[in-house]
């Protein structure tokens, strides 16, 4: 069995959607990489751990490349923490976003760690998943300096393809007003959970919702949460629910928070922005990626555009070049989450042949951007 699949088995079973098994899933990869020579600077935020380890015996005249991964994974039932093998698939909680695609990157440092030709920074965060907003790991390591290079990488999966754009976030949490009414008489008052919906409907509907680019089809609309009534016998007066509004470049979030705050009975409580990333094609460390996967996978691997978001935009606001790479996989914080157990070998191998192929000299300037309007995290 390889290295990359006993990590990634590994990973899964501490569960790390919990406090407890993000600290035993960072005692586990601190102890791997100590174990190969590589040390590991452990600093926490939150009051959770962040790994930071140094890699290569590159010259400072190389590209410093950032290998950019997080531990925790979003909550899921207790079986899904039992790693299952289906033939190619590695199926588990957190399997593709992103065990495997750190797993990979773990083996990639550990296979750069003497190597003259590379120059890597190896940074693992606790909280890419978490719901805090204003205080992330990535945004105050980069923010600060204490992590940063020439060129960043995160391990989200993205089929071997290279990710060079992505959705901003546009996150809402809502007020919607009723009015109250005994519930043996409903007419006599306006429930707030329908009105609730009804207003989801209504920012499905807005004309934004409609638009298109060049890389994405519509912008990703989501109602990821709603609560309201406080007992069976009355009709709720509020309702409050959260919308997760993933928009297109070129789109302007104030004018969509807007257009949702002038829907009636609707109170905006809070919002929470994260531009979207771009990255240019021609980028020189993106054009070098792409054909080190496409020689791994034996294939063509293209740059792509990508629904979810991630920590790359931290680095996109301090000006580095910033994408996503990681392994075929599927299911994405679903039931059957699964990463293909050879693409983690091929991911492994594209990593280090990238870095390997890198050559003395820094990064074209210019070639990255985040939406302005928005902030990162």
């Keep these: 069995m390889v290295d990359e ?10 569960d790390s959607s919990r406090g407890e098994g993000i600290e035993q899933a ?42 950019h991964g997080h531990l925790d994974v979003v909550p899921g039932p207790s079986e899904q923490s039992v790693p299952r093998i289906d ?18 990157m773990l ?11 590379a120059r890597v920074q190896l940074v693992i965060v606790p909280d890419e998943e978490a719901e805090e907003i204003d205080d992330r790991a990535t945004d105050e390591l980069v923010a600060s300096g204490k ?59 807005l004309s934004f919702a409609r638009e298109s680019s060049e890389t994405f089809d519509r912008p990703s609309i989501n109602l990821g949460r ?38 009636e009975g609707v109170r905006i409580v809070r919002t929470f922005e994260r531009p979207p990333a771009w990255v240019s094609r021609s980028d020189r460390f993106v054009v070098a990626l792409c054909e080190a996967a496409a020689r791994a996978v034996g294939g063509e691997a293209l740059s792509v555009g990508r629904d979810g978001a991630s920590d790359a935009v931290a680095f996109l606001a ?28 091929a991911m492994r191998s594209a990593l280090t042949a990238f870095i390997r192929s890198l050559p003395v000299g820094g990064r074209v300037s210019g070639s990255s951007g985040a939406a302005a309007g928005g902030v990162g995290g």
């Design 5 to 14: 699949q006993l990590i990634a088995e590994r990973l899964i079973a501490c």
């Design 26 to 67: 960072a005692g586990f990869i601190s102890g791997w990489l100590s174990s190969r020579g590589i040390e590991v600077e452990r600093l926490e935020h939150r009051g959770l751990p962040v790994l930071i380890a140094q890699v290569g015996a590159g010259s400072d005249a190389l590209p410093q490349v950032v290998l």
């Design 87 to 104: 033939d190619d698939r590695l199926v588990g909680r957190g399997a593709s976003d992103m065990t495997g695609g750190l797993a990979a």
């Design 107 to 117: 083996c990639a440092a550990a296979d750069l760690a003497d190597d003259p030709a």
């Design 147 to 205: 992590v940063g290079g020439d060129f960043a990488i995160t391990g989200e999966p993205t089929d071997l393809h290279v990710g060079v754009e992505a959705k901003g976030v546009l996150l809402m949490d809502l007020e919607v007003a009723g009015r109250s009414a005994h519930g043996a008489t409903p007419w006599l008052g306006e429930n707030a959970v329908l009105r609730a919906l009804d207003t989801f409907r209504s920012i499905e509907s």
């Design 226 to 263: 709603i609560a309201g009534g406080d007992a069976p016998n009355r009709v709720p007066d509020l309702c409050h629910l959260t919308v997760d509004i993933r928009y297109l470049p070129g789109q302007d979030p104030r004018q969509i928070a807007a257009a949702v705050d002038a829907l």
């Design 318 to 345: 301090a000006g580095i070049p910033a994408v996503e790479f990681g392994p075929i996989g599927g299911g994405h914080h679903g039931p059957e989450e699964w990463v293909s157990i050879s693409s983690l070998a």
